[in-house]
């Protein structure tokens, strides 16, 4: 909740000295204490130190009573000046309760003092409700939740100033509205001065006008606020005579504001004229000037209310957040007469523009001077007059309700709201405004996630403002929210339909920003969708310079290494590997040459191509051996240069030592250097058990690329070192030992001892039972050992992997074709027939073409027609 101590005189205890804390001399320090540090904001000092001298058993019952007070004070000034919402509850609701311990006790020395205060913080309270109400001026919930706390606070005060009075021994009396009898009196307590009694009751007497006047802002028409003016008028005419009084001036003011609002401008005019400035404390002249401009004002004489503020500035040398933000009222009123049509002798078009720039230009120079909560209020009425102006008003009153709506996130609403706005606009032949209402919509449906929406509206939008310029933001957001509407209910249609929405930008769009990024959203679909050929097309076609260049350069060795471990036809396969060596050099000419190093980026990127190398037919090892010397020393060269620099090494070189160390040990297996292989492998022994782990559990998949006498070799040697740990079990951490298992159990696999493998890998999967990658070495060893009770545990394991997928993605129905492979090995062609055309009924695609391939054959061999 924004401050309100600064609207018009509310809030008068933060502004009045003393207040209902106002107690003997002897306090009155006390209260000047507390009262600078709320000026100067200091909330928490107040509150830390508060409760340290509340806790003194030996304080009198007068300083407890003051400094509760105080403390409630300091609490709802904290309040209202609160950064969110939840902190101002809070603090309310603690200025409330740190008063009901003494409010429980009526024969307390100063419960009288303390029951006053209880009803001000209810009027702090409603006045900061109206202050929120007025930074919300198109929030009815904001308004009525005003409106009470104003009837809340205005009950509570007529009460609470009867039982003053009966504490401080004066008889009650009427207030207007209030018909019961007075009370009989009773003595006041006897260290409470006639004077002090007498300032609270002007407080609260004061606080009721306020209420009153608050309650008719709040309230435009009807009889309530009639009622509640004519109390305001005859409660401030009262406080008016009394000279004596501290609020003798703020009533009078009041007074100015009850005329206005009143529609008697010309007698609260003249009321204002006949107070004289000079007699009037510094400390309300503003409020006064204040008063008189508004009334200005509300005659529709803006020239004539900022002649006020300008004289009242020149004389003092000064002006008040509040003066200045009236006057950007007054140039606002200023601004929207000269396009009146009612507006006498029109200006010709150049002289009205520059009067219009000229007040334009005052505008923002008076609001950069206005600081805090009246610099916000501004703001409001600038912006709402801006719209007022731009799109007329009813036009602007939808925008505003759809803002509400929007920052309520009632989606629903606001969409109807800006559906409403966009045909409007249209219809008054503002072609760019309805465009600009036309993409709002749509925004707001991408907001609240309703992608089949704001996907349709996105589109809507090309077609109906094909000049707009932002056309390809919204063609490209349209296909991300369709993408996005895939992503929750996957189909192929809404596949098609995602991928055609980025095409037709690369198409229409063709020289626009967002292109790199359509061809990156393409390459990422085709990507997951395991289309390598089509996720090459749009990789490397992303620029160099693009924001998305990097991730590109580091996908293409991974697209290129899945074409060649599943490319099975031998006249394709030359191509293909031309067209990779060919990518492959296109990325590494531009990389620094040796002895010069590179970067983190490119050494990773050179890893991948080294793993690409390594798959082709005619395996590259040398090449391969090459790139990962210059890995190994551009990681060397980072690493000194951390150390003159004094700052530790990037984590990403140390990730690279174990793939450099497993691809080395592969190439120098595959080059026929097996000694050096084993020579580098058995060196990194006296490495920690745990990284040479982590190199050991690489070296499985790698050795496929190997002959098999080389791969037989590379086994042996990787049994020997895992034997080798396998003596230090009782030593290794329980993660490392699960490690341990797994690599002697590679080391099995190379060697070809399968039932060995396949027996540790089953005592590794029970503490990983979920483990995918496990469960699929284990099925695919025994569909290799081929006997009817391997084959019918490689069923099960493929059966439980397909369960862990949903069905209808790729990953589905690679498992399903195992599943269907292993029980055609199995002789149950019945079952695979079944599992076939069910299949087929369901997820006639299949997935991609490579997999639908795959069924066909499959159908084939199983005497099925095929589609």
């Not at 009236?326 to 009612?342: D, G, R």
């Not at 089509?534 to 293409?556: F, K, M, N, T």
């Not at 079944?834 to 061999?861: C, D, F, N």
Request: hydrophobic letters at 40%.
């Amino acid at each position: 909740m924004a401050s309100a101590r600064l609207i018009w005189g509310i809030l008068v205890i933060a502004l009045v000295p003393g207040g209902v804390a106002c107690q003997a001399e002897d306090g009155e320090a006390l209260s000047t204490y507390f009262s600078e540090l709320r000026a100067a904001g200091l909330f928490r000092v107040a509150e830390e130190y508060a409760p340290t001298r509340l806790s003194d058993p030996d304080l009198s019952p007068s300083d407890r009573a003051l400094i509760t007070v105080e403390l409630s004070r300091c609490m709802a000034a904290h309040a209202a000046e609160a950064a969110t919402p939840a902190e101002s509850q809070e603090m309310w609701g603690r200025a409330r309760s740190v008063l009901q311990p003494l409010l429980s006790d009526r024969q307390q020395a100063r419960w009288g003092v303390v029951r006053a205060r209880q009803a001000t913080l209810l009027c702090d309270l409603a006045l900061a409700e109206f202050w929120s109400s007025l930074l919300l001026p198109d929030s009815p919930p904001q308004k009525s939740q005003a409106i009470a706390a104003v009837q809340q606070a205005l009950d509570d005060l007529r009460i609470a100033g009867e039982e003053f009075r009966q504490w401080a021994g004066k008889p009650a009396r009427t207030v207007p509205g209030d018909s019961r009898p007075a009370s009989s009196p009773r003595r006041r307590p006897g260290d409470l001065s006639a004077a002090d009694v007498r300032r609270i009751e002007d407080e609260l007497d004061y606080l009721g006008i306020r209420l009153r006047i608050t309650f008719a802002r709040l309230q435009l028409t009807g009889p309530d606020r009639v009622a509640a003016l004519l109390d305001a008028e005859t409660l401030a005419g009262e406080q008016g005579k009394r000279s004596t009084s501290q609020f003798y001036w703020l009533a009078r003011i009041a007074r100015i504001e009850i005329l206005r609002l009143q529609g008697e401008h010309d007698r609260a005019i003249t009321w204002a004229k006949s107070i004289p400035l000079t007699s009037v404390p510094p400390v309300w002249a503003d409020s006064l000037i204040g008063e008189w401009a508004r009334t200005e004002l509300a005659r529709q004489r803006p020239a004539d209310a900022m002649q006020v503020i300008l004289d009242y500035g020149r004389e003092h040398g000064r002006l008040s957040p509040e003066l200045r933000e009236i006057n950007v009222e007054c140039l606002l009123a200023s601004l929207e007469k000269l396009h009146s049509p009612q507006a006498p002798s029109p200006a010709p078009p150049q002289e009205l523009e520059k009067l219009e720039q000229e007040l334009q230009r005052q505008i923002d120079t008076q609001r950069q001077l206005i600081p805090g909560p009246w610099r916000t209020y501004a703001d409001l009425l600038i912006n709402r007059a801006t719209q007022t102006r731009e799109y007329g008003a009813e036009l602007a009153a939808m925008v505003r309700e759809g803002e509400r709506a929007v920052g309520l996130q009632d989606w629903i609403a606001a969409g109807t709201v800006y559906e409403r706005a966009t045909s409007q606009a249209q219809r008054e032949g503002k072609s760019d405004l309805a465009a600009d209402l036309a993409y709002t919509r749509a925004s707001i449906a991408v907001q609240s996630r309703d992608w089949a929406v704001a996907s349709r509206l996105l589109i809507d939008f090309q077609k109906n403002y094909p000049q707009d310029v932002r056309g390809a933001d919204a063609q490209l957001l349209a296909a991300w929210a369709v993408g996005q509407h895939h992503d929750q209910q996957p189909s192929p249609a809404l596949r098609s339909a995602y991928t055609e929405q980025l095409k037709t930008l690369l198409t229409r769009y063709p020289k626009h920003s967002s292109r790199g990024e359509a061809e990156w959203a393409l390459a990422v679909d085709a990507l997951r969708h395991e289309e390598w050929p089509v996720a090459i097309q749009y990789l490397e076609s992303i620029p160099a310079d693009h924001v998305r260049a990097g991730d590109a350069a580091a996908q293409w060795p991974y697209c290129y290494e899945k074409l060649l471990t599943t490319f099975g036809e031998p006249s394709g396969r030359d191509a293909l590997e031309r067209q990779a060596s060919a990518a492959f050099q296109v990325q590494v000419i531009r990389w620094p040459k040796p002895p010069l190093g590179w970067s983190l980026a490119q050494s990773e990127n050179a890893l991948r191509w080294a793993r690409v190398l390594l798959y082709f037919r005619a395996r590259r090892y040398a090449d391969a051996d090459t790139l990962l010397r210059q890995v190994a020393h551009s990681r060397d060269l980072a690493e000194r240069e951390a150390a003159r620099d004094g700052v530790p090494l990037a984590t990403g070189w140390t990730a690279l030592l174990a793939p450099v160390h497993q691809m080395q040990i592969v190439c120098l297996a595959g080059l026929g250097r097996m000694g050096e292989a084993e020579h580098q492998l058995r060196q990194l022994t006296t490495s920690d058990p745990a990284e040479l782990l982590v190199i050991l559990s690489g070296l499985a998949e790698l050795s496929q690329t190997l002959e098999p006498v080389a791969r037989h070799d590379l086994g042996r040697v990787q049994l020997a070192v895992a034997q080798r740990l396998e003596r230090q079990r009782e030593s290794l951490p329980r993660e490392v030992i699960a490690v341990l298992d797994q690599c002697l159990a590679d080391a099995y696999t190379a060697t070809g001892d399968l039932p060995e493998a396949i027996e540790i890998y089953e005592k590794v999967l029970l503490t990983r039972p979920r483990d995918r990658s496990l469960l699929e070495t284990i099925s695919r060893l025994s569909v290799e050992r081929g006997q009817p009770e391997n084959l019918k545990r490689a069923k099960a394991i493929y059966q439980q992997l397909e369960g862990f997928e949903r069905p209808g993605t790729l990953e589905w129905f690679r498992r399903r074709l195992e599943v269907v492979r292993v029980t055609h090995r199995l002789g149950a062609l019945d079952e695979c027939r079944k599992l076939l055309k069910v299949t087929r009924i369901l997820y006639p695609q299949l997935g991609s073409p490579a997999l639908a391939a795959e069924y066909a054959s499959l159908e084939k061999e199983c005497l099925l027609p095929t589609p």
